[in-house]
């Protein structure tokens, strides 16, 4: 399982099969660390899950690259996705999807707004859906976005809902929000 979760976060935000087109080499690249923990769903024997990845994302929810690295600099997932398409390179082999919604759904086993998260890491909400305001950064999605620290490149995004659900960003370099 753990391996499948590693699996997913590449997805969440690069280089995979040749059949999609790379992301747009004009956008800004992302890079820092993330650790995602997902915690015991209410009605469920699964078990908790967490992991933590070095990352570099281009692109955005419409065309885009993630790649996930582990602590040595060996990578462990890549990720590339286009509009209607999303493919997730593994050490098990390359799978494709008919959407980042779709490949969350399989690793997790329940979605996560992969395409939002792409903005938020860029301290915005994401247009596609409403968002509202507050002291600590806003609200999307259910999701609570804290971008107190965002100037010195840390960013949470946390989900009360079942299963709670923690996202913890260290940007190498914060973009302007």
């Known amino acids: 399982m753990k391996r499948l979760f590693l699996?997913?976060?590449s997805a969440a935000v690069l280089a995979g099969c040749a059949s999609l087109p790379p992301a747009d080499p004009?956008?800004?690249s992302i890079s820092g660390r993330l650790a995602v923990q997902v915690a015991q769903p209410v009605d469920s024997d699964a078990e908790p899950r967490s992991m933590s990845a070095a990352f570099e994302l281009r692109g955005d929810a419409r065309l885009g690259e993630l790649s996930l690295s582990g602590p040595l600099g060996n990578?462990?997932?890549?990720a590339r996705w286009h509009d209607g398409e999303a493919e997730l390179l593994t050490t098990e082999g390359t799978r494709k999807f008919p959407s980042l919604d779709a490949m969350s759904q399989q690793m997790l086993g329940e979605p996560l707004p992969l395409a939002a998260l792409i903005d938020w890491?860029?301290?915005r909400p994401w247009p596609a859906a409403p968002s509202y305001a507050n002291d600590a950064g806003f609200q999307q999605l259910g999701w609570q976005i804290d971008l107190r620290r965002y100037a010195?490149?840390?960013l949470v995004a946390e989900r009360s809902g079942a299963p709670a659900t923690t996202v913890r960003v260290r940007l190498d370099k914060p973009s302007a929000p």
């Open 7 to 9: 699996a997913w976060m």
């Open 26 to 28: 004009s956008a800004a």
């Open 75 to 78: 990578t462990l997932a890549q």
């Open 121 to 123: 890491l860029r301290g």
């Open 152 to 154: 010195d490149g840390a």
